[in-house]
T-cell receptor, first 111, second 112 residues
Framework: DAGITQSPRHKVTETGTPVTLRCHQTENHRYMYWYRQDPGHGLRLIHYSYGVKDTDKGEVSDGYSVSRSKTEDFLLTLESATSSQTSVYFC??????????FGPGTRLLVL | SQQGEEDPQALSIQEGENATMNCSYK?????LQWYRQNSGRGLVHLILIRSNEREKHSGRLRVTLDTSKKSSSLLITASRAADTASYFCATVGFNRDDKIIFGKGTRLHILP
């Protein structure tokens, strides 16, 4: 996992509540990514960061925001969770030769 | 939009047999990568092949790339129970801002 951790690993929340997922890396990677994984859709990019305070949208960014105030931390926030955001969320960091190192994932259930 | 499309979606083979998975993509690529995902875990990088390479080996893995057909294959020889997982191809374009794009994966099940 190249030193990438995610917290929490599991979360159950109610529709309309804000949720923040945290990704932490110890390898000083510049690029970091948030994906969601759903059956039939594979991995879809939500947001990514190319440096501290530098972020950009991915394929499915609506309803999500991110922040990166330190190299090691990349936060994903669901401002007002909806049932369609029930998913498994993966954080990744880009290593050498454009390969990606993934965290263990966060299972989020929005009731 | 998805760049890589794996085929088949699911594959079951006997332990000891070889497993072949294919990936097709649509646009020109700088490199193509294969990842493995065990149930409930994150993806793990297996191998990367660049657009100017045709074949690459890593242990029991063999990857081929045919840029004229925009396709790649992953061969796992002498399969083991531990190879049971989902396998994803991922492509990277030439532009600096290009992001890696993952396919939907092939679920491989090794039967004892």
């Amino acid at each position: 996992d190249a030193g990438i951790t995610q917290s929490p690993r599991h979360k159950v929340t109610e529709t309309g509540t804000p949720v923040t997922l945290r990704c932490h890396q110890t390898e000083n990677h510049r690029y970091m990514y948030w994906y969601r994984q759903d059956p039939g859709h594979g991995l879809r990019l939500i947001h990514y960061s190319y440096g501290v305070k530098d972020t950009d949208k991915g394929e499915v960014s609506d309803g999500y925001s991110v922040s990166r105030s330190k190299t090691e931390d990349f936060l994903l926030t669901l401002e007002s969770a909806t049932s369609s955001q029930t998913s498994v969320y993966f954080c990744a960091a880009r290593g050498l030769a454009e390969t990606q190192y993934f965290g263990p994932g966060t299972r989020l259930l929005v009731l | 939009s998805q760049q890589g499309e794996e085929d088949p979606q699911a594959l079951s083979i006997q332990e000891g047999e070889n497993a072949t998975m294919n990936c097709s993509y649509k646009t020109s690529i700088n490199n193509l990568q294969w990842y493995r995902q065990n149930s409930g875990r994150g993806l793990v990088h297996l191998i990367l092949i660049r657009s100017n390479e045709r074949e690459k080996h890593s242990g029991r893995l063999r990857v081929t790339l045919d840029t004229s057909k925009k396709s790649s294959s992953l061969l796992i020889t002498a399969s083991r129970a531990a190879d049971t997982a989902s396998y994803f191809c991922a492509t990277v374009g030439f532009n600096r801002d290009d992001k890696i794009i993952f396919g939907k994966g092939t679920r491989l099940h090794i039967l004892p």
